[in-house]
Nanobody, 125 residues
Framework: QVQLVESGGGLVQAGGSLRLSCAASGRTFSSYPMGWFRQAPGKEREFAAAISRTGGTTYYADSVKGRFTISRDNAKNTVYLQMNSLKPEDTAVYYC??????????????????WGKGTLVTVSS
């Protein structure tokens, strides 16, 4: 069992930056690919970014590529999402996720084993 707790959400103006953090419980954090998904008001949850167990491979949705960076620190059991050049359309609840098999499977199929409760990011225009 893995418990995921997100932090770092808030209100930011368009063009600004935020860094989300996700702290994981347990000693098996490094055995999971990790990712971030988001759900905007009235829309389905969608993939944003994923990172492999070692952090050597990352995947991004086209909508965030070049603006968001996912990283992880296995010694701290934490995954991060650095979000730059934020746009109003980035407004959403952001969920941390631990994958089932690979980061690529998270990106392509939404293969998630555990979810956090989410943190709200609001980008004002």
């Amino acid at each position: 069992q893995v418990q995921l707790v997100e932090s770092g959400g808030g209100l930011v103006q368009a063009g600004g930056s935020l860094r989300l953090s996700c702290a994981a419980s347990g000693r098996t954090f490094s055995s999971y690919p990790m990712g971030w998904f988001r759900q905007a008001p009235g829309k389905e949850r969608e993939f944003a970014a994923a990172i492999s167990r070692t952090g050597g491979t990352t995947y991004y949705a086209d909508s965030v590529k070049g603006r968001f960076t996912i990283s992880r620190d296995n010694a701290k059991n934490t995954v991060y999402l650095q979000m730059n050049s934020l746009k109003p359309e980035d407004t959403a609840v952001y969920y941390c996720a631990a994958g089932v098999t690979t980061a690529q499977a998270m990106a392509n199929y939404g293969a998630v084993n555990y979810w956090g409760k989410g943190t709200l990011v609001t980008v004002s225009s």
